[in-house]
């Protein structure tokens, strides 16, 4: 398999024209609480953790890293500029829970490779739904291609995670979440 960057250049590849701007930009999903999936979501399957402020899932469908996650707040805030300081306090809390969380799995768990951890990555992007959200994914330990942002870009190619291997991350971390 080839990383799309490698080889890259004008003369093999077609380049893809920036598209124009697009003033108003449209609003993101769920915006207003209209038609929110997020307010909407039951508990399901693919839920981790849940509090007053805050919620975590299972990042479930077509991922090459079982064990992904995303944190989200249960209120609308479309950036950490719109967290309440309760929120903005906590958000720390949350993110390191989780990343110990996904680091502390030990070989033979589910997961990439033998299962164990060397990374935990966090974005933030915010072109989604109107609610705070942070995906968390776990950099298999010792693959060295998955450093840095290319770990997405490698997402989007390796094959997807069986619905098992899912089924078993997700217990995994609820545990290690909720002790
Ligand atoms: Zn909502």
């Keep these: 398999m080839t990383h799309p960057w490698i080889g890259a250049d004008e003369n093999t590849l077609p380049l893809k024209a920036l598209s124009a701007p697009v ?22 399957q693919w839920s981790l953790y849940e509090d007053d402020l805050w ?21 609308h805030a479309t950036s950490i500029a719109d967290l309440t300081s309760e929120e903005a306090a906590t958000y720390g809390v949350m993110c390191g829970r989780i ?13 990439y ?8 990555h966090m974005h933030f992007w915010g072109d989604g739904g109107e609610h705070f959200h942070v995906w968390f994914f776990p950099r298999p330990l010792g693959y060295l291609d998955l450093r840095g942002s290319y770990l997405v870009e490698w997402e989007e190619l390796l094959p997807p ?19």
């Design 23 to 44: 003033f108003p930009e449209p609003a993101l999903s769920g915006a207003g609480g209209v038609d929110c999936e997020s307010c909407g979501r039951q508990p399901d």
């Design 55 to 75: 919620r975590v899932r299972l990042i479930s469908g077509d991922i090459s890293f079982p064990g992904s996650a995303m944190l989200t707040t249960v209120r």
């Design 99 to 111: 990343t110990r969380a996904l680091l502390d799995r030990p070989a033979g768990a589910p997961g």
């Design 113 to 120: 490779g033998d299962g164990r951890v060397g990374r935990v």
């Design 161 to 179: 995670a069986s619905e098992a291997d899912l089924h078993d991350a997700a217990a995994d971390l609820r545990d290690r979440l909720t002790r």
